[in-house]
């Protein structure tokens, strides 16, 4: 991020970052804290996925019937695009940059 646009930390810390929070309040920031809310964010979420897969079927079939206007064989999975991404990331520079390590 300060690479590209020389902010020196990530928006989401400084929008809903408290500098003076202990690092152990991180996790009741971003996680459901209860049962009652572990349970809605769990049927929100499954929720989504179950629409995600009851629809995407529907617009693949949209796609593969408009093969002729866009080649299929041009699409490139996410798989492919992010292998080796998240181990091998480099920034123009060749400097190696923040990413899960070995």
């Known amino acids: 991020m300060y690479d590209v646009v020389r902010v020196p930390m990530a928006f989401t810390f400084e929008i809903y970052g408290d500098v003076t929070a202990p690092s152990s309040d991180c996790f009741k920031m971003f996680n459901p804290t209860d049962l009652a809310s572990y349970n809605s964010v769990l049927d929100d979420w499954s929720a989504a996925f179950f629409t995600i897969f009851k629809l995407g079927p529907h617009q693949l ?8 206007v866009v080649k299929l064989d041009k699409l490139v999975s996410i798989d492919e695009y992010l292998d080796g991404y998240l181990m091998e990331r480099r920034n123009r520079y060749g400097k190696k940059m923040e990413n899960l390590e070995n």
């Open 61 to 68: 079939g949209e796609i593969q019937s408009k093969a002729s």
